[in-house]
């Protein structure tokens, strides 16, 4: 490097320096190195001409340092005391070119105050140029750099306090001088500190240096300024030092501080240190058009009153190669940045070059009072990377968090720049943000944001609005957002803290992965984010935690999203413990979702959550849907032991928005139990232009939907809404039980366009509905079928009203209901039936039930009906290949409703039939069968197939017709026995106080088909009934009359007997209200018939104003206590009569029973032992 002409005033130029009378002013020479001692001439005069420079603008004379030992191309000076007079400047004559050091000891007692210009220089020929030599200023006292100090040197600047300066084995000491050795010919090595306590550096300098706007004290670009001493305060001070390198360390006891080649240093770790202050505005500055370091090494480092240390590229730019240095601070205790402080290392507009990294050691960081970290890039070339290591805590915030500025520590590609930004690395013990602190990468500019991967001990805490570690792409910007990392034993978010990965212009989100050993909390209105933002073009990165426990109370968000064009990424929840979702702040509720925006075009991202136990409470959910353009995402819950949805606002739910196009999400459940309480709810819906998500939920032991809140019953839905278009989702359940009870409910609805779900329950124990339903419905406003709901267990039982409902009320058929249970199927005042309403236009469909044993009590019912325009579905228990064990239906309810099947239709169309397949079947106590029509529409048939039929105390088969609809016929199979018997004492009481409610028509027990109203025009319909034996008694009736129109006909056939008791009858009339219609036929195939004369039992195919019917009888055995008469009496009779018709015709085939030995006259009122009559008969 070719030596600068210094710009000095003299008289004249000549060829020999005229030195002045020595003088004892600021600076002293000691003694110690002999006839090699310093000299100092004050007021240097150059051929009797004053040096003079210029200081603020006024020429000033110097004192100039000649003299000194020469080693090599080291020259040492010795003073008793050296300071730097202000408003004057002292400079170091170097002899040679050649010489590469200027050291300057001090070994007196006092600091050096260099309150002037410091320099060195040289004369080469006739002008007086700088030295391109390094100068090192030795005071182990202190040394102070005052307001108007500055340098002028060619070389690097040292000042230190320390003790000596070691050169291999050897030392120049200031604190043990001796005479200069020969061997210190080598560079210097070291610097030695051997007395407590060392001096301090002081540096208060704001002096003007040659750079416009720069101040204070400054060595040539490239070079090197290292202050080293005890404590070190820049109080207001500045230093420069433009491409080449600032180093500070500030040492508090003995010990060996090595001095690098590249002009760092080296303190080892066992050497105390002392502290380093910036305040009152202090500035360090290396940018350049590359290189440029900083290094810092402390016990504790303090940034206050907006203090700067920069570095990175400035001052005219560089090339794309161009590369800025480092800013390197390593303390053992506290690094504080206070009142708007900066630590920088940028790339600064319109300029070119990577910017360097800022790497970050101490056992705690504190920024307060809107102060930063930053490495950025302003323009063309990437930010460097931030790294922390931090021993112990980290702590960032601000008192006011509503300001503009904040405190965080951020890489950043600017607005307007082309790079990448730097990655920010953080390890510490504890990491605290507060009140606006921030931790961020980002791009708002084109190029890619850095990655922010923090590492934590024990725990990071979040607290306040504008609280934020983030990763973004801004709005604008061009690049992908950086990855988000956080690791700690505890993440702690509250009222407002935050953490994000974003991307809000043209490019992907990053990944947020949170990898936390205990517990994750946000409290209060926190979130962590993985979004695309209003305006971006990018898919969102994925949002993974793993912990231990994962809370969300009372406004905390987990959120991944897409508010632009590109998909939201997945969320990925990993938990050992619990997962608690609860709460609210206002309208805020604790919740975990995956969502596309109204505006969006993209796919929303699937959800996924393994867990211990899942809590979702006091209105926390879980959310997967779409309000744009693009599938929602599925929701996939992993658990243990439980998972629990508890309140009234409480839900987890996947759906298609009203104006959405795109697809629900499937939510799937997998858990031992399951547990929606007071008004829980689990959703699955479409609202737009897209089907809804399936509701798979398999559960090792227990399901469990009980309660509601207000108006809001614990329940599942899969629904297409009324402003949907799609199908709606299947809900399928897998359990060992599922039970719901206090008003809970199971939905799949459609509102809108599209086919409801199918409802499938799997429960290899029991299902169970207390006061609860699970319905499958279309409604009124929709347009499709149905879903079918399917139901597989050990045992079923519906109590308390309860019921299972498969509906249309709009345009489509209702679905099938098939229960299929291996044991008992209980229903108790409650009802399971597939039904098409007056409103719809559609078919009803089929009810099936498969079980080895059927109880309905109570009231409860098994109904398919039809009101609208449609068919009405069947009703089937068993099938012949797969009986019912026992069917036992009885009782009635509090609002005098029989336990029934029913199969009705009130509108024009076909009612259902009814098939019934069992081993025992029971009909008690009110207990009805009924196949009716109340309109035009034909009532359903009857079939029932079993071994053994009971129809006891009121019990009644119905095939009725109230309408013009005929009634149809029942076919009845006993293979075994038929048994109709007695009549419900409770009918008439019932009937008075609920009137058409009552299902049965009379309290017989019976088996009915009829035409009832007088003005009906429907025909009854037929009885057709098999059984070796058939036995009617007490008033039991077999009955196929008709009010106006003609009979129905009767068929029995007993291959053993047929007996009637008490004033049973077998009818067939017509016209009982005093109408038209002929008397139905009555056939009867028997080996015996028998009856009790005395007892009233009749058989009749009578008729009013018709003709009556035909009776025939082909009894093979005999006819006992019966006979055929013209008129009804008051004994037994056969008779097919018209009270103003034509009288019908009574055929009887059997042989003459008049030998018969006993007097039925004479028998017991009581049972009879047939099997005896018929074998002492004749």
Not at 137 to 148: C, E, M, S, V
Request: proline share 3%; net charge negative; with cysteine.
């Amino acid at each position: 490097m070719n030596p600068a002409r210094l710009h000095w005033t003299i008289a004249s130029v000549i060829s020999a320096l005229l030195l002045g009378q020595p003088a004892i002013a600021q600076v002293t020479p000691d003694d110690t190195l002999g006839s090699e001692r310093s000299v100092l001439l004050q007021d240097a005069t150059f051929n009797g001409v004053p040096l003079q420079i210029t200081i603020n603008g006024v020429l000033t004379p110097i004192d100039v340092i000649r003299g000194g030992a020469r080693r090599g191309n080291n020259v040492f000076h010795s003073f008793s005391q050296f300071n730097a007079a202000l408003d004057r400047g002292t400079y170091f004559l170097v002899p040679d070119p050649q010489v590469q050091n200027v050291f300057a000891r001090v070994t007196g007692s006092t600091p050096s105050n260099i309150l002037g210009r410091l320099g060195t220089f040289q004369i080469i020929g006739d002008g007086f140029f700088s030295s391109n030599a390094n100068l090192f200023l030795i005071n182990p006292n202190g040394i102070l750099f005052g307001n108007n100090a500055s340098l002028e040197v060619g070389g690097a600047f040292i000042a230190t306090t320390a003790n000596a300066v070691r050169f291999g084995d050897n030392t120049f000491s200031a604190t043990a001088p001796e005479a200069v050795t020969d061997v210190l010919q080598v560079n210097p090595s070291a610097f030695l500190f051997n007395r407590i306590p060392t001096g301090d550096i002081i540096v208060r300098s704001k002096e003007p240096t040659a750079i416009e706007s720069f101040r204070g004290l400054r060595v040539p670009n490239n070079q090197n300024l290292i202050l080293l001493g005890g404590n070190v305060r820049l109080e207001g001070g500045q230093l420069s030092a433009f491409g080449g390198r600032v180093e500070i360390a500030a040492i508090a006891g003995s010990g060996v501080i090595g001095l690098n080649p590249n002009g760092s240093l080296s303190v080892p770790d066992g050497v105390p240190r002392a502290d380093v202050i910036l305040n009152q505005a202090a500035k360090i500055d290396v940018s350049l058009q590359e290189r440029g370091d900083i290094g810092i090494t402390a016990n504790n480092l303090r940034l206050a009153d907006e203090s700067q240390v920069i570095a990175g590229i400035d001052l005219g730019g560089g090339s794309s190669e161009s590369q800025a240095g480092d800013i390197v601070l390593n303390a053992t205790g506290a690094i504080e940045l206070l009142g708007g402080s900066r630590i920088q290392n940028d790339v600064n507009s319109n300029l070119t070059g990577n910017s360097g990294d800022i790497n970050i050691t101490a056992n705690s960081l504190f920024l307060s009072e809107d102060s930063q970290i930053s490495a950025s890039t302003f323009g063309t070339g990437d930010a460097g990377n931030i790294n922390l290591t931090i021993a112990d805590r980290i702590l960032i915030r601000d008192p006011l968090p509503e300001g503009p500025a904040y405190s965080g520590i951020l890489t950043r590609v600017e607005s307007g720049a082309q790079g990448n930004g730097g990655n920010l690395t953080v390890t510490a013990n504890t990491l605290e943000l507060g009140n606006g602190g921030q931790l961020s990468a980002s791009t708002l500019g084109e190029g890619d944001a850095g990655d922010v991967t923090i590492r934590v001990r024990d725990r990071i805490s979040l607290t306040g609005a504008q609280t934020t570690i983030f990763s973004s792409t801004a709005e604008n910007a061009t690049g992908d957002a950086g990855n988000l990392f956080v690791s700690a034993n505890t993440l702690e978010l509250f009222n407002g803290g935050q953490l994000t990965g974003s991307t809000n212009g043209v490019g992907a989100g990053g990944n947020v992965t949170i990898d936390v050993r205990d517990r994750v909390s946000l409290i209060g209105v926190t979130g962590i984010f993985s979004s695309v933002g209003d305006n971006a073009t990018g898919n969102a990165g994925n949002l993974l935690i793993r912990a231990n426990t994962l809370e969300l109370i009372n406004g905390g968000q987990l959120i991944g999203s897409t508010a632009g064009v590109g998909s939201a990424g997945n969320i990925t929840v990993e938990v050992r413990d619990r997962v608690s979702i609860r709460g609210r702040t206002g309208n805020i509720s604790s919740t975990l979702f995956s969502e596309v925006g109204s505006d969006a075009v993209g796919a929303g991202g699937d959800v996924q959550i393994s867990a211990n136990t899942l809590d979702l409470s006091d209105g926390g959910r879980i959310n997967a849907s779409t309000f744009g353009r693009g599938d929602a995402g599925n929701i996939t819950i992993r658990v243990r032991d439980r998972v629990s949805l508890t309140g009234g606002q409480a839900a987890l739910f996947s759906s298609v928005e009203e104006n959405a196009t795109g697809n629900g999400g499937n939510l799937f459940i997998s858990a031992n139990t399951l547990e929606l309480l007071n008004g829980g709810q689990l959703i699955a819906s479409t609202g737009g232009r897209g089907s809804a998500g399936n509701v798979t939920i398999e559960v090792l032991d227990r399901v469990l939907l009980d309660g509601a809140e207000g108006e809001i019953s614990s329940a599942i839905f899969s629904r297409v809404s009324e402003s949907g278009v799609g199908e709606g989702g299947n809900v399928s359940i897998t359990a060992n039980r599922v039970e719901l009870t206090n008003r809970a409910s199971l939905n799949a609805d459609t509102l809108g366009q599209g086919n409801a779900g199918n409802v499938t329950i799997q429960a290899s124990d029991r299902v169970f509905l207390d006061n609860s339903g699970i319905f499958n419905n279309v409604r009124r406003t929709a347009t499709g079928n149905g879903g079918n709901l399917f139901i597989f267990a050990n045992t079923l039982e519906l109590k308390n009203d309860a019921a299972l409902v498969a509906n249309t009320t709009g345009r489509g058929n209702a679905g099938n209901v098939t229960i299929d249970v291996r044991d008992r199927v209980s229903l108790d005042n409650s009802n399971v039936f597939s039904s098409v309403d007056a409103s719809a236009v559609g078919n009803g469909n089929n009810l099936s039930v498969f079980a080895n044993r059927l109880e309905l009590t109570g009231g409860a019912q098994l109904q398919v009906n039809t009101a609208g325009a449609g068919n009405g579905g069947n009703l089937f228990l068993g099938r012949q290949d797969r009986p019912i064990q026992t069917v036992s239906i009885s009782g009635t309810n509090p609002a005098g409703r029989s336990s029934a099947l029913f199969a009705f239709t009130t509108s024009d169309r076909p009612g259902g039939n009814i098939r019934i397949f069992a081993d025992q079947f029971r009909l008690s106590d009110g207990g009805v069968v009924d196949a009716r029509t109340f309109q035009g529409g034909d009532s359903g048939t009857i079939r029932l197939d079993a071994n053994t039929i009971d129809i006891l105390s009121g019990g009644q088969i119905l095939a009725i017709t109230q309408g013009s609809g005929r009634a149809n016929s029942i076919n009845i199979t006993a293979r075994d026995r038929l048994l109709i018997s007695g009549t419900d004492p409770t009918y008439a009481a019932r009937l008075s106080q609920f009137g058409t409610a009552v299902a049965p028509i009379s309290p017989e027990s019976g088996i009915y088909t009829r035409s009832l109203a007088a003005e009906s025009a429907g025909s009854a319909g037929s009885i057709f009934l098999t059984s070796p034996r058939i036995e009617l008694s007490d008033r039991a009736r077999i009955d196929a009359q008709s009010t106006t129109v003609d009979g129905g006909n009767i068929e029995i056939r007993a291959s053993d007997r047929l007996l009637l008791r008490n004033n049973s009858q077998i009818t067939a009339t017509a016209g009982t209200a005093a109408g038209f219609g002929n008397g139905g036929n009555i056939r009867i195939d028997a080996r015996f018939l028998i009856a009790i004369p005395k007892e009233d039992s009749d058989i009749t195919a009578n008729a009013f104003r018709g003709t009556g019917g035909q009776v025939t009888l082909n009894v093979s055995g005999g006819v006992l206590g019966i006979e055929a008469r013209s008129q009804p009496t008051e004994f037994s009779d056969i008779t097919a009569s018209s009270e103003q018709g034509t009288t019908g015709i009574v055929t009887l085939n059997a042989p003459d029973s008049s030998g018969l030995q006993n007097s039925l006259a004479q028998l017991s009122q009581n049972e009879i032992n047939t099997n005896q009559l018929l074998a002492n008969s004749c």
